[in-house]
């Protein structure tokens, strides 16, 4: 079991860039992909991003595609990150860090990531 810490969040204005981190404990990424999710009120858990597995590309969410970049500090494989760039208020959430494993890469429900984190609220003003 992984435990999962995020970073990051805040109170930003429309078109700001925000850098989320995901700190891992226990098992380290090495043998699972980190991915983020978030959940803005009233609405279910969403897919964001998840790291590549072997040669493959990140995944991303078509409406962050473009202006959101998933990296992995491979140097200890403990942290993920989360660069966030020209945010909109539509970006308003709570966002989770998990892990899926690595035979499961393509599939982003939220039922094949497990070990998640308590999130971190980024909220974008107009």
């Known amino acids: 079991q992984v435990h999962l810490v995020e970073s990051g969040g805040g109170f930003v204005q429309a078109g700001d860039s925000v850098r989320l981190s995901c700190v891992a404990s226990g098992r380290i990424f090495s043998d699972s992909l980190p991915g983020w999710f978030r959940q803005a009120p009233g609405k279910e858990r969403e897919f964001v991003a998840v790291?590549?597995?072997?040669?493959?590309?990140?995944?991303y969410a078509d409406s962050v595609k473009g202006r959101f970049t998933i990296s992995r500090d491979d140097a200890n494989n403990t942290v993920v990150y989360l660069q966030m760039n020209n945010l909109k208020p539509e970006d308003t959430a709570l966002y989770y860090c998990s892990t899926t494993s690595c035979s499961r890469f393509g599939s982003t429900s939220s039922l094949d990531f497990g070990s998640w984190g308590q999130g971190t609220q980024v909220t974008v003003s107009s």
């Open positions: 790291i590549g597995w072997r040669d493959a590309s990140p995944l």
